[in-house]
């Protein structure tokens, strides 16, 4: 009888690593296929991307470079800097190489989440192998840049927080802080306050409070710290002094420009409204010519040792101040005018990921590939709109329809599923379910109200979240029997 219970043990714990390594099957064959389309790493964007810094300086001056960004959280900068230094010769291979990191630790991470919400193991596994396989997740994952790693990031997150609520153990609850400070201090996106936010929900509804505030003060504090610094040496408490600029993009620069001469002719708004932000410093210095040297390259530095503009110059930070404020006083004089951007925002948000210029050399390689996927997957019909028919016309046709459906399905299922259980908010799957929620209604709001024209590739970082819950309500409308359960229960 013991040797009969050891081989059934044996069998059904290797039956649970086949849909994990189903996931890296799918993963390794996909990136084969990928690779013989003629998908290639996009190593080249440190070069000229504006939230690099100058690869001269990474290479040769990055401490300080770093520690005195305005405009940048630290980690993507300080990333690509060790890695330069380290791998003067062969950086494109390994960035390349630990790309691939995120892409599986992602496929792992769609997979425990589904796990974490009681779905069969096979549907957790299809939902996770439907998303890294996608021609947005690999092209993604083809670029030097933020977005794909955070995306990771924030799944596995959202395993660490079930993790930390099933079994009550404070190292949970700070790998979890710990990543949550990570995305902050990668992307301004996700600011202090949506930090901020995720602790006092959490504190909230926990049924051990003390654990919540010690996993969080340590993350809390070193991300509060971050902006201090900012404080002190800018007299500006946030991570990016780029907010004035990215909103006067969604509000003064939808206005005509016969209108804002107006404007700034009558003492309404400032000459910056005339300046289509991002302009190279030295624009910004003849209207702020006091502007003083500090003798760190970074920051006194017009242009980069690639002849591009230095978007990380101290300038920037008096000038996006001046947007910020015409910016607000559109917003306030012209809300109706603003409310049409956001909508044309929206609009943009719900085109499929891949849909963005800055992977075009990528997509290109796999053109049909993608217009198919994103017709039978995405519900997204056409893929040809320039940025400029993007930012400026709407077609129904090149809205991702599938995205909208799935996203409010997701979103307005989890509320109502939420609010039948308010009372019991404390149990693990109750709170991912608050967790990835708040995570989707926050990168939306703030990624369609301050800013237009990338606002898809904001909505691929929660991307994740939202299919998951998507299937979550799905499933737990057709198959009702285990949603609402306690924890714990048959």
Known sequence: MTSGKKSNSHRLEFKSWIPP?????AFVLSRVLYDQAGIRFQDDTYLGYWSYIDPELLKTDLW??????????????LFTGIVLQSFPDAHGEVFHSLYFIPGILLGI????????????????????IWFIVSPSAVLYEHWLTYAYPLTAMLTLVGVCLYRFFQTGKVLWGFLFFALLSGIALTWSLFHLVWLLGVAVILFVVSTEKKK?????????LLVTAWYAKNLVLFDEFTASSWVGMNVSKIATFRVSEKERRQMVKSGELSKFALILPFRNPQVYLKLLPETPLTGIPVLDGPETSLHSRNHHHLVYIEASNYYLRDALRIIRTRPAGYLRSVWQAIYIYFHSASDYDLTIGNRDRIRTFDFWWNRLFNGQWKSDETSVERN????????????VAGFLI??????????KRRKRLAEPQNTLLLFMLYNVVFVTLVGTTLDIGENNRFRF???PFALTLCVFVLWNTVFPSNAGRPEGTK
């Open 410 to 419: 997701g979103v307005a299922g989890s509320v109502n599923f939420l609010w």
């Open 212 to 220: 919540v505030a010690l996993a969080a003060f340590l993350p809390l």
């Open 392 to 403: 400026s016309s709407m077609s129904a046709e090149h809205v991702g329809w599938w995205i």
């Open 64 to 77: 300080r470079s770093v520690f005195h960004l305005h405009s940048q959280p630290p980690l993507s900068n």
């Open 21 to 25: 390594l189903g996931i890296l099957a």
């Open 461 to 463: 970082t929660i991307d």
């Open 109 to 128: 991470s769609i997979y425990l989440l589904g796990d974490s919400l009681r779905f069969p193991p096979w549907l957790s596994a299809l939902i996770s």
